[in-house]
């Protein structure tokens, strides 16, 4: 039984970065109806973003979270001028293919560079143990920066001009852009926060588990349906759904094979779908 909570316990210290991973996602789904397939070979450059700045600069790896939040943003706002600018609005068809298109690119070009071997960031911190299992400090810090950046962007939505600006053209972008706001600026600065925070994502992610090029796509799957579960649109939601898929996860391993986990998984997918279309965890709106 002591097994068993423990992998549960597990599960939901993982599940908070599995919630990270897809607050990116729905960010960007939910702001500009745009389904960002880039987002799992961001995620995969966010591991190998901080990769490099352990072992090539030598800088502690959460220090270097900073840096790789930077490039993320950066790398969005270009990505989003180059192949999703002109896709907003459009039929959903056009922005799949046109962010498929740079998701292979990124790929290709991360194989030709680092090939399909497996890497790993060699840094383990303390922790504690209950009875012979042990949780490591680097599960435990990855969870809490996780639930901190959920919170962070929660605020900064609610809060700030440029996150009310966000809302504001998520609601209704035509009449934002009657009230004087910059509609494709805020748009750009939107998908540049939504793949910082996958970058930001991945990193965690390195220190937790080895990695390789194509690691991003699984995790890219799990935030869709993480996704699913917290509602678009919602960073608490996401998070709170990514918990309850890793404690999912965590409840079943001890008692089935890891290979069946993909299964439950995508059949929870289907299932909330069926149920809940906007979400378990999505906010309700009065009329």
């Known amino acids: ?68 939040a930077g490039l993320g943003f950066a790398a969005g706002v270009v990505i989003y001028w180059l192949s999703v600018h002109r896709v907003v609005g459009r039929p959903p068809l056009m922005s799949l293919l046109s962010t498929f298109s740079v998701n292979l690119m990124v790929i290709g070009i991360g194989t030709i560079l680092w090939s399909t071997s497996p890497y790993n960031i060699d840094v383990s911190l303390p922790g504690f143990s ?35 600006a966000i809302r504001a053209v998520a609601s209704n972008r035509r009449a934002a852009e ?29 220190t937790l588990f080895p ?9 890219q799957l799990k935030s869709f349906v993480v996704t699913v579960l917290g509602g678009l649109g919602n960073p608490t939601g996401a998070l709170a759904g990514g918990i309850l898929l890793g ?21 929870l997918f289907v299932l909330i779908l069926i149920a809940f279309p906007n979400g378990l965890f999505a906010r309700r709106t009065h009329r």
């Open 178 to 206: 009657l009230m004087g706001i910059p509609s494709s600026q805020v748009l750009a600065r939107a998908f540049g926060l939504g793949i910082a925070i996958a970058a930001v994502a991945g990193g965690l992610i390195a």
């Open 130 to 164: 209950l009875g012979e299992y042990t949780f490591t400090g680097n599960h435990l810090l990855a969870a809490a920066a996780a639930v901190l950046i959920a919170i962070a962007l929660s605020l900064f939505l609610a809060r700030t001009r440029s996150g009310k």
């Open 1 to 68: 039984m002591l097994g068993v909570f423990a992998s549960m316990l597990d599960g939901v210290l993982v599940g908070a970065v599995y919630g990270l991973a897809a607050i990116g996602l729905t960010l960007i789904w939910g702001v500009m109806d745009v389904i960002n397939l880039t987002h799992g070979a961001m995620i995969t450059m966010g591991m190998f973003g901080l990769y490099l700045a352990f072992t090539e600069l030598g800088l502690n790896p959460y220090v270097a979270l900073l840096p790789v």
């Open 247 to 267: 404690l999912i996860e965590g409840g079943v391993t001890p008692f089935i094979a890891v290979s069946w986990i993909p299964v439950i998984e995508f059949a």
């Open 211 to 219: 990695f390789t090029v194509l690691s991003g796509s699984d995790y």
